[in-house]
């Protein structure tokens, strides 16, 4: 039973982790108004999750117990997305250094902006 559990787990981890990949791979947001699933402006992460438990047993699974309210722990939080996404970035970030050859990533990181002005932004770009 617990080797069942953790291999559902891992294989949420998986397609969570690889809905993160896709639209930080476009550059889309993730999130809209709303961070519940199957509610109206609830961002594409969300909507990509809702579209693969149509046809993902895996999926389909883990949303019908958050559905049931049979876990509170899921993934699909926006505090687990930004966590998720740092990790990713910083992986990035290590192959960039460590490879020979040339990597080319459009998505480096989220960053909280405070201004918007020319100067401040060149300066949170420089600095990322």
């Not at 617990?2 to 891992?10: N, S, T």
């Not at 389909?60 to 687990?80: F, P």
């Not at 996404?85 to 405070?114: G, L, P």
């Amino acid at each position: 039973m617990i080797d069942k559990e953790k291999a559902h787990w891992r294989n949420v981890l998986l397609r969570v982790l690889s809905a993160i990949q896709y639209l930080a791979k476009n550059n889309d947001a993730f999130r809209e108004c709303s961070d519940i699933l199957y509610e109206k402006n609830n961002g594409k992460f969300l909507g990509i999750i809702e579209m693969l438990a149509k046809f993902d047993p895996v999926i389909s699974e883990h949303v019908r117990r958050i559905k049931n309210n049979e876990m509170h722990v899921h993934y699909l939080g926006h505090n687990i997305q930004n966590s998720l996404i740092s990790m990713m970035a910083q992986e990035i970030d290590f192959e960039n250094e460590s490879s020979c050859s040339e990597i080319k990533e459009y998505f480096m990181d989220f960053v909280h902006i405070s201004s918007i002005t020319g100067m401040d932004l060149s300066n949170i770009l420089i600095e990322k």
